[in-house]
């Protein structure tokens, strides 16, 4: 079977960094994606990390470690309308299905 | 237009009703989605069209049923739910299967409570 693990919430103080960790158990995907949801919203994509290293993208930088099973999102100089749900999701090698997601990360960005 | 557009918005049904969730997006994409959202969880995948043809289906229970009309439209026709299919109904497309892992468009979905 395969699962992506995150912490369930994070809070954090505006203008500081916050780093979000998505740690998985999968036989074998494409790549690891991030996406941001607020509430009431509709998820919307964010980053995606084909190959290990660093992605940046503004604000909002992706790393991935296929030899650690490991990814996380880094937020900088964060910002109140950060507030919201971060979700990991990757594409599995096998099967069909095309995108599973994470449990999510609730973060909260406080004055 | 990089928008996939969701109708309705809110909708309340009683458990002997029949009606259908609405998709649509503009960006050529071949491949549509729906997922199923519980509040505090992650988006659950419900079924796939590829190419206007469906190509998964997550052991979906038969009283949702999606329709393909043509490339630019979703359907899911709702009939005899439960109250515990309460939930945001989001549709996403992509260009096609394989680029849903680096970008998928999500609707605002449809937020439907059954009573």
């Known amino acids: 079977g395969q699962s992506l693990e995150q912490p369930s919430e994070v809070t954090a103080v505006e203008g500081a960094i916050v780093q979000i960790n998505c740690t998985y158990q999968t036989s074998g995907f494409y790549g690891l994606s991030w996406y941001q949801q607020h509430d009431g919203g509709a998820p919307t994509f964010l980053s995606y990390?084909?190959?290990?290293g660093l992605e940046e993208t503004g604000r909002f930088s992706s790393f991935l470690s296929r030899s650690d099973s490991y990814g996380y999102l880094l937020l900088q100089e964060l910002q109140m309308k950060d507030s919201a749900s971060y979700f990991c999701?990757?594409?599995?090698?096998?099967?069909?299905?095309?995108?599973?997601f994470g449990k999510g990360t609730r973060l909260s960005v406080i004055a | 237009d990089t928008e996939v557009t969701q109708t309705p918005k809110h909708l309340v049904m009683g458990m002997t009703n029949k009606k259908s969730l609405k998709c649509e997006q503009h960006?050529?994409?071949?491949?549509m989605y729906w997922y199923k959202q519980k509040a505090k969880k992650p988006p659950e995948l419900m079924f796939v069209y590829s190419y206007e043809k469906l190509s998964i289906n997550e052991s979906v229970p038969s009283r949702f049923s999606p329709e393909c009309p043509n490339s630019s439209l979703l359907n899911l026709h709702l009939h005899a739910l439960q109250p515990e299919d309460s939930a945001l109904y989001l549709c996403?497309?992509?260009?096609?299967?394989?680029?849903?892992?680096?970008?998928?468009?999500f609707g605002q979905g449809t937020r439907l409570t059954v009573v």
């Open positions: 999701a990757v594409r599995l090698l096998s099967g069909n299905t095309p995108l599973v």
């Open positions: 990390n084909a190959l290990d």
């Open positions: 996403a497309s992509s260009q096609d299967i394989a680029d849903a892992v680096t970008e998928a468009f």
């Open positions: 960006m050529g994409h071949r491949a």
